[in-house]
């Protein structure tokens, strides 16, 4: 009997994108149950990297968080956060874009993967997902609605709500 090989996925996680898309929802997804639960849903998989990205107050911030993760297998990208200063509404706000961050390490690490989930709902991933999906690389988006670009879930192979993944990632 001839077995299909596991597929050999990598997992990347945009944490400030889904900080917000989860307290939208009102509920956190744990780090550990995505890693386990996305390794043997529909394609049964090898996990090969898990990247998760975050934007720190300072260079102490979430450090038990972030050595959390980097226990549980993920490889912790951080940069400091910039405050802005919105003409508009006369507010300033804080954000640490990483996106350039998360596309390096997807074409930087290629090679070792076939199928990628990007927890994400940023359009800027756009043209890095087509680009991905062209050298035959399965992506799934992760996101929720109203948050997800439609750029995005356009470019995507597949799209998964947040809320219909909730009893499999859901944190205790």
Do not use: C
């Amino acid at each position: 009997m001839h077995t299909q090989p596991l597929s050999r996925l990598s997992i990347f996680v945009d944490g400030n994108n889904m900080f917000y898309a989860q307290q939208k929802n009102g509920w956190f997804f744990d780090p550990k149950r995505v890693l386990e639960y996305f390794t043997k849903e529909t394609v049964p998989s090898t996990l090969v990297n898990a990247f998760w990205y975050t934007g720190l107050k300072d260079p102490q911030d979430q450090r038990g968080f972030r050595d959390a993760l980097i226990s549980l297998g993920y490889t912790v990208r951080t940069k400091i956060l910039k405050e802005y200063y919105d003409d508009n509404s006369g507010r300033y706000s804080q954000k640490a874009n990483l996106d350039i961050e998360i596309v390096v390490d997807m074409f930087n690490t290629a090679a070792q993967y076939d199928r990628v989930v990007l927890f994400s709902g940023d359009g800027d991933f756009e043209r890095a997902i087509e680009l991905l999906r062209s050298k035959n690389t399965h992506i799934t988006v992760v996101s929720t609605e109203g948050m997800i670009a439609r750029e995005l879930r356009n470019a995507t192979d597949r799209y998964i709500d947040l809320n219909s993944v909730r009893r499999h990632i859901e944190k205790d």
